[in-house]
């Protein structure tokens, strides 16, 4: 059972930057995404942004594009997600998400990823 532990959460004001990252508790060369969520309280849970494993290739959600990056650390072996300019509608739980059988038309769907990070909480004040 992988298991995935992410941190790097905070308090950051409007405009400011954190960088989250993502671990497993193996490697994750049988993951064919790595994905980032984001939950407010009583929302849905919304699709942040993802990473092919196999390409690099990266997907973002209309409203973090250009603000924020997903990137993979090959050294740590992590999924890290570069959050600048942020906003105080960026502010809900972060989760890490991974995988094994997810599809490139499902890859914004949190139904399409089976093994979940326990969520990092990020706060935006304005």
């Known amino acids: 059972q992988v298991q995935l532990v992410d941190s790097g959460g905070g308090l950051v004001q409007a405009g400011g930057s954190l960088r989250l990252s993502c671990a497993a508790s193996?490697?994750?060369?049988?993951?064919?995404?790595m994905a980032w969520f984001r939950q407010s309280p009583g929302e849905d849970r919304e699709f942040v942004a993802a990473l092919r494993r196999i390409g690099g290739n990266t997907y973002y959600g209309d409203s973090v594009k250009g603000r924020f990056t997903i990137s993979r650390d090959h050294a740590k072996d992590t999924i890290d997600l570069q959050m600048n300019s942020l906003k105080p509608e960026d502010t809900a739980v972060y989760y890490c998400?991974?995988?094994?059988?997810?599809?490139?038309?499902?890859?914004?769907?949190?139904?399409?990823?089976?093994?979940w990070g326990q969520g990092t909480q990020v706060t935006v004040s304005s």
């Open positions: 998400a991974a995988g094994t059988r997810t599809i490139l038309s499902s890859v914004r769907s949190a139904n399409a990823y089976n093994y």
């Open positions: 193996e490697r994750t060369s049988n993951m064919r995404f």
